[in-house]
């Protein structure tokens, strides 16, 4: 399984870009990156997911370089209501949900 | 479109209690997951059900067990219950193995 590395914890002040680097050194071949937002006492909610280069959907880009062994979420101009613990997953699409695992993800606080 | 849903909100049972949480999937939603997260860690993997078979399971013991029936909806049953079982239990559904996976809000089980 493709271990996740990301920062404990981010602040970030409303209107600023914020972008959350993880590290995933073992990634394999059929390993998809995908990120998560969780809210407290709620489910994680899917941000986005991405295999290589870049994505982007309405809400965040997801930036992978060539060796993928790191990926970066950027949430543009934040607010207060982003204020989440966001997590990082690598897994083969196969598998979705089997071997997913979640490490103890990055606590981003949007501050006034 | 309905979300996926879970109950109860909130259990507390004690130890060597046996208790089960029910967990109904979005509407057409042929796969579902189960995951424990304890007090700030990410969720971890407890089993899969794809059309009412297991379908992949994580480092959890035979105590914790599930069933998965014809309209797709799920239960979580965890036997003898121990205090390290004191977690959020998030469901998460999906469309088919390997889609995006949908949380519901989790069950907040406490044991005594």
């Known amino acids: 399984l493709a271990k996740t590395t990301q920062p404990i914890s981010m602040d970030s002040y409303e209107g600023q870009e914020v972008n959350i680097t993880c590290s995933h050194n073992?990634?394999?071949?059929?390993?998809?990156i995908t990120w998560y937002q969780q809210f407290p006492s709620q489910g994680p909610r899917f941000i986005i997911q991405?295999?290589?280069t870049k994505v982007t959907n309405e809400v965040a880009s997801l930036f992978i370089p060539a060796d993928r062994k790191s990926s970066t979420l950027s949430l543009p101009r934040v607010s207060l209501s982003d204020t989440a613990v966001y997590y990082c997953?690598?897994?083969?699409?196969?598998?979705?949900?089997?071997?997913?695992?979640f490490g103890p993800g990055t606590r981003l606080s949007v501050l006034p | 479109e309905t979300g996926v849903t879970q109950s109860p909100t909130h259990l507390i049972k004690t130890r060597g209690q046996q208790v089960t949480l029910r967990c109904s999937s979005q509407?057409?939603?042929?796969?579902v997951s189960w995951y424990q997260q304890a007090l700030g860690q990410g969720p971890q993997f407890i089993f899969q059900?794809?059309?009412?078979?297991?379908?992949g399971r994580g480092n959890f013991p035979p105590r914790f067990s599930g069933l998965q029936f014809p309209n797709y909806s799920s239960e979580l049953n965890v036997n003898a219950l121990e205090l390290d079982d004191s977690a959020l239990y998030l469901c998460?559904?999906?469309?088919?193995?390997?889609?995006?996976?949908?949380f519901g809000p989790g069950t907040r089980l406490t044991v005594l």
């Open positions: 998460a559904s999906s469309l088919e193995v390997g889609n995006e996976q949908f």
């Open positions: 073992n990634i394999a071949t059929n390993d998809y």
């Open positions: 991405g295999y290589k």
């Open positions: 997953l690598v897994g083969d699409m196969r598998h979705y949900g089997q071997n997913f695992v």
């Open positions: 509407s057409g939603h042929n796969t």
């Open positions: 059900y794809y059309r009412e078979e297991e379908n």
